[in-house]
DNA sequence: GGTCTATAGTTTATAATATGAACTATGTTG
DNA sequence: CAACATAGTTCATATTATAAACTATAGACC
């Protein structure tokens, strides 16, 4: 069994990448005695292995790491259909992925989940090791202990305990988390912001979503709806204000989502692709420049708002090439650098990233990730 | 010397009100063992004290409270001509305070309010204890060893070690700090909301200041400036929007706070005075009425985006009852409301408070306490 | 090549801090 | 007044850290 001072290491490790015997004590503040026979155990047990020896003056350190292969997780994103189910080592690199339909039907759903899983499971040699548990993302929204969907538009499911029944069937501890906290758990744990103690992440797709990590941890909230940035009232001239399925008229996601966008094309005659939409705009069609360029600035302009208040490091914003490079990014970089306040570190705030799918997936891995690396109390 | 074992304990008395041995060994999760033993010093020290045993079946449990006059603690506000000073117990209760003019010659400034502690801690005769430390508000910003003023427009300090001055004159240790992150700070401590993981409060005096507590840690964001809600971009009709001193246009503070509004009054040729204008439209003076609405809805606006993004459980206003009570805090009010998702919670959400001036001084005073009640490795 | 020095990591005795289980204390209940 | 229930203490012990001395392994310098 692992105790406290194992976890402090293995998160040290996890956050910091590889460091020795010696760093890792200064780092924790413990003394070398503690750190050696804690290392001595994670060893034994195959969690960490040691590095080649860097030499400096004095006796070369061996960087300790977390062993990728040590853990092994099932990730699955129902954040858009088809469904995504991923398995990842404790580095969070995918070694195996599958697509299904994404079915409403809870019975279904589950059964074809768990089949899923079986089936990467076995594809998992247990020489190599075994799978230690089960992460879930999906658009909506999950009761405090992480087993029970509250609420999902997209599936139609009310207080459904998806958590419990994985659990049950697989025999796996299993987590479920919505898809923007499940995104920026991910990148908290295994992306290129690892360690950041502050920062956001935003992701445009039909509906869009938005997580905040804050004192490095995640900002739930009260009722666990922060970020809610999808609804942030940002046409304030309510004669152009379009009803949202909120109920309230001029949220973000009525201008700003790429479902707002293609209905705007649509209204205005378009094409409602994307990428044609986007081709019109550089091709300096009025219209299309238009509709891109009040959804990018209405971006933007919700954007300054999350900076002004939250205050990250970095901002990751996740959406189509075609939008990011076009007229869409740019007024949505340039409206949010219009109203923040200049700040020394405000400068490549900013950070545009490919709509990866399987982001949702693995960072939905990382959840059962995150309970072998921190342990049962968590961070 | 205290151990963390009694820290928890203090943190925990502090943040729940007085509890027995019995519930602290469940609530911490210690053995009643530990409990007891770490008890027994802290009474020994006259920290804790015993109240009246709570009788029920079995031995009555003796609820353990935390000793007001065990700590004495001298709270600064500068957030506005004059400055406050306070003495204030372990309870946040101000035993005595004095005002005096804010300087913002740095000397002058200091030396005045050195007197003013030394007065203070000689009222206090020492048969009832000591002052164990000092914090100070104010409205700039302060870095992150909480002794330096890195900027501050009403004084005009730049990177001024205020905290470090007053230390060394005093004798004791300070802590500076934001104005509305030392108000939210004492709310967290000693207010009403003591406990509440997440919530907000907001005043508006001649500017406008926002601190949010999430996850149960005040919220400061990557380079301090968390909470900036007086610079959101409100005002996006180009045509109308103000320029800030911020150097942007359209920001909150250009409408919403006690200058703004002064000025706009000034500009439609009514009195700029807020208790006269608040007469005014409450007579049904159309200008004055549209000044004053314009001005309840931006705020109510601008708070609408940080129930969206933060999700609090509470948000506290302070303003001047002439303003609450009148068509600017119902326009807030009614603003707000209709542009949040509908949660189970948000009903109430809102609480309206007096501006009251010693409100910032109990704030500065907490800071100090914090140490005492957390101890060194603080929350 | 040998010695000095610097740094990494281990060993071991010990200190601090928790626990479990038995025990005492002090009430209510019937 | 006995039986019971709950609060709190005691004490032997386990866990988990530390300090300080020790070993290990390199580069540097003469």
Redesign the interface.
């Known amino acids: 069994m692992l105790s406290t001072g194992h976890y402090l290491i293995l998160s040290s490790l996890s956050r910091n990448g590889p460091e020795s015997r010696s760093e890792l004590a200064s780092r924790l503040g413990m003394s070398k005695a503690a750190i050696s026979s804690l290392v001595r155990d994670l060893l034994k047990q195959e969690i960490l292995c040691e590095q080649a020896p860097v030499h400096g003056s004095g006796r070369p350190s061996v960087p300790l790491a977390v062993r990728a292969e040590a853990a092994w997780f099932i990730g699955i994103s129902l954040q858009n259909d088809p469904a995504i189910v991923v398995l990842t080592d404790l580095h969070g690199t995918v070694h195996d992925r599958m697509e299904l339909p994404r079915h409403a039907d809870l019975e279904t759903c589950v059964t074809s989940l768990c089949d899923a899983i079986a089936h990467l499971r076995k594809g998992l040699r247990s020489a190599r090791g075994h799978v230690s548990g089960v992460g879930m993302a999906l658009p909506g929204f999950v009761a405090n202990d992480r087993q029970t969907c509250l609420a999902c538009a997209a599936l139609g499911w009310r207080d459904v305990d998806i958590g419990g029944l994985l659990s049950k069937r697989t025999g796996l501890p299993t987590w479920i988390e919505n898809d923007a906290n499940a995104l920026i758990l991910g990148e908290q744990l295994f992306g290129a912001l690892r360690g950041s ?3 956001s992440v935003i992701f445009i797709s039909n509906g869009i979503g ?1 997580a ?1 990590i ?2 490095g ?1 995640l ?11 999808s ?3 940002i046409v ?2 309510m004669a152009h204000a379009l009803p949202c399925r ?3 008229r001029g949220c973000l996601e009525t201008v700003a989502s790429l479902l707002a966008i293609g209905n705007a094309a649509r209204r205005a005659g378009l094409p409602t692709d994307i990428a044609e939409l986007a081709r019109l705009a550089a091709g300096a069609h009025p219209e299309a420049l238009s509709i891109l360029h009040h959804a990018g600035a209405s971006m933007g ?1 919700a954007t ?3 900076i ?6 970095h901002v990751v914003v996740m959406l189509d090439p075609n939008l990011r490079d076009g007229i869409y990014g740019h007024a949505l970089q340039r409206e949010t650098e ?8 405000s400068r490549g705030m900013i950070h545009f990233r490919d709509f990866e799918p399987d982001s949702f997936a693995c960072g939905a891995a990382s959840l059962a990730a995150r309970y072998f690396i921190f342990g049962p109390d968590g961070v």
């Open positions: 103690p502050d920062f938005c905040n804050v004192n941890r900002l739930r909230g009260y009722a666990g709806g922060a970020g809610e940035m609804h942030a009232p304030t001239d909120c109920g309230n302009l300054a708002h999350l002004q208040l939250i205050d990250p490091s219009s109203h923040i306040l200049r700040r020394p570190a």
